[in-house]
């Protein structure tokens, strides 16, 4: 594996390294993220770059102009931590209770942060504008839709998104044209039947029974509706209702996720759903409720913009970059995605000598091979050389 770290990177790799891991300790949540868009508005400041603060609540843009005129490319890192406890022991280990970077999006803020700081010092070869969007709360609550109501994506001709991923290992960089993330929607079923003694079921319309039937038969969407070849998932994940062993319950409430890669499929769970449930209260003579929200739209890629980030890639990681391993994850990204052409693509991370998959995103002992971030930050410089060099 030949892996050809930018020699600009190289030489800010204490700054990078030490960067995320001064955000990692003080991990902030979505919209909360305070003392990390002061650090990076002063940082951008720093380097003699434009900072636009409180973009999208929380968010920081910097605008770095080229001495000539060209295309202007936003790259976007996301900062939001998640709200659970760190359980590893590392030195830089988070010292907000119950708060913790288990996404990487601490090495997202300080690989831009490299990538801003290399290009700044080389201004005289961009052609073009560069956006550099820091953005708030990515986990749930879609900070990129606050940042592009506050106008962050005015004038830009594309936009690129980063994600570290610890399913593929370091020198990995992974791109495709098309769907990358999911659709990630969230659905609640609330029951009402009508209850009665266990021992006679005769008169009664049992919660429980209705929604075993539910469960069951939202499981064939995916399994006799959808095209196998596309990927769609229908989970229900949480049950509720009930009162005894001796009680046919009277209501039961269900919530749940659906993720599809294309609108398309998207709106035939939606239809489904709500066909099954009809169905199903015909059936049983129950009123059910169904309450759908949309969620995060999936990611799609441009093809032209894909193919971009793919050569950048080549460069640095060669063979490293290619496919993804995907995941049927939501990511807000995708919103600025709906508005310009753009690529968000994943940066190998999973920690030196364990399995891609023994350090999820998510989990409590979440941690990165740092290495990886100078790859991030080499991509995104390689790419920046690739479109807006003069
Ligand atoms: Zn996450
Ligand atoms: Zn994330």
């Known amino acids: 594996m030949s892996i050809k770290i930018r020699p600009e990177i190289q030489s800010l790799k204490d700054t990078i390294v030490s960067t995320r891991r001064d955000i990692h300790q003080y991990p902030e ?7 990390t868009s002061e650090l990076v508005a002063k940082r951008l400041t720093s380097m003699g770059i434009d900072v636009q603060t409180g973009v999208g609540k929380t968010g920081v843009v910097g605008t770095l102009k080229g001495k000539q005129d060209g295309k202007t490319i936003a790259l976007r890192a996301d900062m939001d931590a998640l709200p659970m406890q760190e359980t590893s022991d590392i030195s830089y280990k988070s010292v907000h209770d119950g708060i913790m970077h288990a996404c990487g999006h601490d090495g997202h803020t300080a690989m831009l942060l490299g990538t801003a700081e290399a290009v700044s010092k080389s201004v005289d070869n961009l ?9 708030p709360a990515d986990e749930g609550q879609g900070g990129a839709r606050y940042m592009i109501d506050d106008g962050a994506l005015e004038g830009v001709d594309e936009a690129y998104g980063i994600h570290l991923w610890n399913y593929q290992k370091y020198g990995t960089v992974g791109v495709k044209p098309g769907p990358i993330m ?32 539910i469960i069951q038969t939202l499981q064939t969407i995916v399994s006799r509706n959808t095209n196998p070849i596309e990927s769609t998932v229908v989970t229900v994940g ?19 996720t659906t993720r599809a890669y294309t609108e398309n499929n998207r709106q035939l769970i939606k239809d489904r759903m709500v066909e099954i449930i009809a169905g199903i209260e015909k059936t049983f003579g129950a009123t ?13 890629n441009d093809p032209v913009a894909a193919e971009n980030l793919l050569n950048a890639a080549k460069k640095i990681v060669g063979d490293g970059a290619g496919h993804p391993y995907l995941s049927m994850g939501g990511e807000d990204f995708s919103y600025f995605l709906q508005k310009v052409p753009g690529c968000y693509f994943l940066i190998g991370s999973a920690p030196q000598d364990r399995e891609p998959l023994s350090v999820p995103h998510h989990c409590s002992h979440f941690d990165i091979d740092e290495r990886a971030l100078l790859v991030g930050s080499s991509v995104y410089l390689q790419l920046i050389d690739d479109l807006l060099s003069v």
């Not at 949540?29 to 003392?35: K, N, Q, S, Y």
């Not at 052609?127 to 953005?135: E, I």
């Not at 009402?192 to 006679?200: D, L, N, P």
């Open 182 to 213: 999911a659709a990630a929607d969230i659905f609640k079923i609330i029951i009402h039947g009508k209850g009665g003694h266990g021992a006679a079921p005769q008169g009664t319309q049992d919660a429980v029974l209705i929604a075993a039937h």
């Open 127 to 135: 052609k073009g504008t560069l956006k550099f969007f820091f953005q």
């Open 288 to 300: 059910i409720e169904l309450e759908y929200e949309d969620g995060y739209p999936p990611t799609i």
């Open 238 to 256: 949480q049950i509720n209702g009930g009162y005894n062993f001796n009680i046919i319950a009277d209501t039961v409430t269900l919530k749940g």
């Open 29 to 35: 949540l979505a919209f909360d993220e305070h003392r």
